[in-house]
């Protein structure tokens, strides 16, 4: 079946401009979670969804952050005013569910590359 | 958040060596898992850990989960040339959501 698919691969905006990053889990994944990865670095956690409701939005670096996923399935990662050291790439991740067996088991998309100038 | 670390931090190796390559931490995970990232891909899982002093394999790799709850351990016997990518181990603590990321091994195979 298909895996975690995001979109746009790579975005290039400017300094201030608003941005919107899109995710769409595997089907039937009841969790899905944001990360952002520096240059070098491992991923770091931004947000966690259960279906549609946001249970955790601890690393959210700001409130330029926005995360929705209004029908528990499909996610927007959205930034405002984005500012030079938001660049980095933003991975989606999702899994069955985070409370039993493989619970933690999270499959991630390929990513979207956001550079900002 | 909390700190995993790798090491090595990178290895170059000839084709057909064993590699070892290893995770800790200051606290306890109940789960480890070990992820591949190649360049402008995601993380791809590879193994996951769910008991202290569990030993998994998936084909050449063989992932441990340390008795202590704050380490893991990759091998990869007889590397290939398509090992070579970034290695991060991952760890998942009770209560939380998320899982804490490893600062990486990056693996250059030489052919």
């Known amino acids: 079946g298909a895996g975690v698919s995001q979109s746009p691969r790579y975005k290039v905006a400017k300094r201030g401009q608003d941005v919107a990053l899109r995710c769409d889990p595997i089907?039937?994944?009841?969790?899905l979670f944001w990360y952002q990865q520096a240059l070098g670095q491992g991923p770091e956690f931004l947000t966690y969804?259960?279906?549609?409701?946001?249970?955790?939005k601890s690393g959210l670096p700001s409130d330029r952050f926005f995360a929705e996923r209004p029908e528990g399935s499909v996610s927007t990662l959205k930034i405002q005013r984005t500012q030079q050291e938001d660049s980095a790439v933003y991975l989606c991740?999702?899994?069955?569910?985070?409370?039993?067996?493989?619970?933690?088991?999270?499959?991630f998309g390929p990513g979207t590359r956001l550079t900002v100038t | 958040g909390q700190q995993l670390n790798q090491s090595p931090q990178s290895m170059f190796i000839q084709e057909g060596e064993d590699v070892s390559m290893n995770c800790t931490s200051s606290?306890?995970?109940?789960?480890w898992l070990w992820y591949k990232q190649e360049p402008g891909e995601g993380p791809v899982l590879l193994i996951a850990l769910y008991k202290a002093g569990e030993l998994t394999s998936n084909g050449r790799l063989t992932a441990q989960f340390g008795i202590t709850r704050k380490d893991s351990f990759l091998n990869i016997s007889a590397s290939i040339p398509s090992d070579v990518g970034i290695y991060f181990c991952a760890g998942h603590q009770t209560g939380a959501n998320n899982l804490f990321f490893g600062t990486g091994t990056r693996l250059t195979v030489i052919p």
């Open positions: 089907s039937g994944h009841v969790s």
């Open positions: 969804f259960q279906n549609e409701a946001q249970l955790d």
């Open positions: 991740a999702s899994s069955l569910n985070t409370f039993f067996g493989s619970a933690h088991e999270q499959y």
């Open positions: 606290s306890i995970f109940n789960t």
